[in-house]
Nanobody, 121 residues
């Protein structure tokens, strides 16, 4: 079994910073792309940022220049550094990873349990 475990959420004031981590564990053969998504109340889940196994990144326009995605392949971990946070960044943040696992290296997308980020004064 493969698990993604997130950490680092919480309450922060506007303009503040937070760093999210997401560690993958289990019978992992290879981790391909990893990413962060978020879902605000009453809205659909949306892409925040992604990173390939080679380190190429992509981010939503709404977070470019403020959020940075990175990964540590040795630790099977993806990070999201969030700076200059705004109230509209309030949402549940989910990590996702495309992972090949098990005896036959079956590949599928996995999701973390989600972590709440609240930006409020």
């Amino acid at each position: 079994q493969v698990q993604l475990v997130e950490s680092g959420g919480g309450l922060v004031q506007p303009g503040g910073s937070l760093r999210l981590s997401c560690a993958a564990s289990g019978s992992i053969f290879r981790i391909n792309a990893m990413g962060w998504y978020r879902q605000a109340p009453g809205k659909q889940r949306e892409l925040v940022a992604t990173i390939t196994s080679g380190g190429s990144t992509n981010a939503a326009d709404s977070v470019k220049g403020r959020f940075t995605i990175s990964r540590d392949n040795a630790k099977n971990t993806v990070y999201l550094q969030m700076n200059t946070l705004k109230p509209e960044d309030t949402a549940v943040y989910y990590c996702s990873a495309n992972i090949s696992s098990g005896t036959f290296a079956y590949t599928r997308n996995y999701w973390g349990q989600g972590t709440q980020i609240t930006v409020s004064s």
